[in-house]
Antibody, heavy 117, light 112 residues
Framework: EVQLVESGGGLVQPGRSLKLSCVAS????????MNWIRQAPGKGLEWVAY????????YYAETVKGRFTISRDNAKNTLYLQMTSLRSEDTALYYC??????????WGQGVMVTVSS | DVVMTQTPPSLSVAIGQSVSISCKSS???????????LHWLLQSPGRSPKRLIY???NLGSGVPDRFSGTGSQKDFTLKISRVEAEDLGVYYC?????????FGAGTKLELK
């Protein structure tokens, strides 16, 4: 069974940093591109970042480019999102999602990030 | 960015009824490989999104055949035949043809 389990969220002050993790199981993690997608409270879905299976290709949404860094450790079956210079508008539930055939086929349960003073 | 417009924003249905949700994109979603990367997701209350349909009409594994997707270019439809209680939630269309991936605002399916 495919499982994606996010962690690392919490309450953080504006301008500070936070690092999210997503541990994958039930599939060969190193064979799949992975994404971070977020959902602000009561809002819709916003794609944040993508990393290819071997980390050769990395893309970001304009809203986070230069502040967020996506990475992965295939030996640990783990995806990361390093978030710096956090803003109130980054407050959201962050999901990791597996990508196959150019779509998001499995999603984690999400981890909440709240940016507030 | 490609704008995905879903209608209606909400639907009130009775169990057993059939419903359709529309999704229109601001650009054609046909990719250079000839495929159309338009997908449908369901977010049940309090849950994370779940893939329903990918590339317009392909059912995800375990998705009942009460769900079907049609459409082309810029105009797409999700149909649910014989709605069941487990189908309630917010439906999103998503495109991954163009960068960045974008989502519709969602259609909330509620019980009448």
């Amino acid at each position: 069974e495919v499982q994606l389990v996010e962690s690392g969220g919490g309450l953080v002050q504006p301008g500070r940093s936070l690092k999210l993790s997503c541990v994958a199981s039930g599939f060969t993690f190193s064979n799949y591109g992975m994404n971070w997608i977020r959902q602000a409270p009561g809002k819709g879905l916003e794609w944040v970042a993508y990393i290819s299976s071997g980390s050769s290709y990395i893309y970001y949404a304009e809203t986070v480019k230069g502040r967020f860094t996506i990475s992965r450790d295939n030996a640990k079956n783990t995806l990361y999102l390093q978030m710096t210079s956090l803003r109130s508008e980054d407050t959201a539930l962050y999901y990791c999602a597996r990508q196959t055939l150019r779509h998001f086929d499995y999603w984690g349960q999400g981890v909440m990030v709240t940016v507030s003073s | 960015d490609v704008v995905m417009t879903q209608t209606p924003p909400s639907l009130s249905v009775a169990i057993g009824q059939s419903v359709s949700i529309s999704c229109k994109s601001s650009q054609s979603l046909v990719y250079s490989d000839g495929k159309t990367y338009l997908h449908w997701l369901l977010q049940s209350p309090g849950r994370s999104p779940k893939r329903l349909i990918y590339q317009v009409s392909n059912l995800g594994s375990g998705v009942p055949d009460r769900f079907s997707g049609t459409g082309s270019q810029k105009d797409f439809t999700l149909k649910i035949s014989r709605v069941e209680a487990e189908d309630l939630g917010v439906y999103y269309c998503a495109q991954t043809t163009h960068f960045p991936p974008t989502f519709g605002a969602g259609t909330k399916l509620e019980l009448k």
